[in-house]
């Protein structure tokens, strides 16, 4: 099983709130990304990281920030939450090299009043 | 830039049948991965199969195995004897070159019927 971690797992939260949606892992993988998913929808790449110090934004463009200081940790922030925030954020790592496959972290679901 | 297609939006199979679901994809490389992930109903991604491009042998796992037609671009998964607890959104991914990113289809929803 893979030992990537999100939280919090739910949140509820009022429009304008600063947030940050945790993820680690513990496999030492120098890769991790951010998705967000709707319901039953497609994975949008919002964020990626190849290691320590390195973070680009992925293919959805996204009002949240990423920090790599740390090759376990790469929590995501939302300075100012809106209702339009509002979906399901997951964690991935990975090895490095194309055979590796993403492991997951179980999802933060989030919702935005 | 590599694309995934999965042109079946919802399937569905009686418990105990076989369902195959389709996968296309688009890519100039010539070494690559391609894999299946289940996402079960809130509950969490985890890979179900993956398939090295040089290799010709199709990948089997238990109930689940693919038919990759490499030429054709295509990478389709088969379960065999459906199982309740195979309900779940299925996405093809596919991973190639110098690209870290894993590149994903849209998914298809499988409803497994009793």
């Known amino acids: 099983e893979a030992d990537i971690y999100q939280t919090p797992r739910y949140l509820v939260i009022g429009t304008g709130k600063k947030i940050t949606l945790e993820c680690s892992q513990t496999m030492g993988h120098d890769k991790m990304y951010w998705y967000q998913q709707d319901p039953g929808m497609e994975l949008h790449l919002i964020h990626y990281?190849?290691?320590?110090?390195?973070?680009e934004k992925g293919d959805l463009s996204s009002e949240s920030t990423v920090s790599r200081i740390r090759t376990e940790h790469f929590p995501l922030t939302l300075e100012s939450a809106r209702p339009s925030h509002t979906s399901q954020y997951l964690c991935?790592?990975?090895?490095?090299?194309?055979?590796?496959?993403?492991?997951f972290g179980p999802g933060t679901r989030l919702t935005v009043t | 830039a590599q694309t995934v297609t999965q042109s079946q939006p919802e399937m569905s199979v009686q418990e105990a049948e076989t369902v195959t679901l389709s996968c296309t994809y688009d890519t100039s490389e010539s070494d690559y991965y391609l894999f299946w992930y289940k996402q079960p109903p809130s509950r969490q991604m985890i890979l179900v199969i993956r398939q090295e491009a040089y290799k010709q042998q199709n990948a089997t796992e238990n109930r689940f195995s693919v038919n990759f037609q490499k030429a054709a671009k295509s990478f389709s998964l088969k379960i065999s004897d459906s199982q309740l607890g195979d309900a779940a959104m299925y996405f093809c991914?596919?991973?190639?070159?110098?690209?870290?990113?894993?590149?994903f289809g849209k998914g298809t929803l499988l409803t497994v019927n009793p």
């Open positions: 991935a790592s990975r090895r490095a090299g194309t055979n590796y496959e993403q492991y």
């Open positions: 990281s190849y290691g320590v110090n390195s973070t």
């Open positions: 991914a596919y991973s190639g070159g110098s690209n870290y990113k894993l590149t």
